[in-house]
């Protein structure tokens, strides 16, 4: 199993951007799908997560400002990110948890650097 995200970039306060993240590979069923963001010498936190049955769920810190959305059929996830902020900037990762032929397992994709400049 595969994820493959992109969508980082550069962008100037307030400004937007669009993640997206496809998982690939021998996938039965995807419980979960989300974004996580890590800053050097930190510890990666979630930014916000989307379930099989649609149900999400953000962190404070971007409540408001980030959506998260998903498209089952092509095993995909995506995060709109709006009114960014440059305590946004992080390298962002896609994760998902989900059904392979060897059972439940977590998956991460490479990390997508989003910058936001003041």
Known sequence: VQLQACGGGLVQA?????????ASGSI?????MGWYRQAPGKQRELVAVIARD???NYADSV???FTISGDSA??????QMNSLKPEDTDV????????????????WGRG????VSS
Do not use: E, H, P
Not at 28 to 32: K, L, N, Q
Not at 74 to 79: E, P, R, S, T
Not at 93 to 106: R, V
């Open 74 to 79: 092509k095993n995909a996830v995506f995060l």
């Open 112 to 115: 997508t650097q989003v910058t």
């Open 63 to 65: 409540k408001g400002r």
């Open 28 to 32: 039965r069923v995807i419980s979960t």
């Open 92 to 107: 962002y990762y896609c994760s998902a948890f989900l059904m392979t032929t060897d059972g439940w397992k977590s998956f």
């Open 14 to 22: 307030g400004g937007s951007l669009r993640l997206s993240c496809a």
């Open 54 to 56: 649609g149900s999400t």
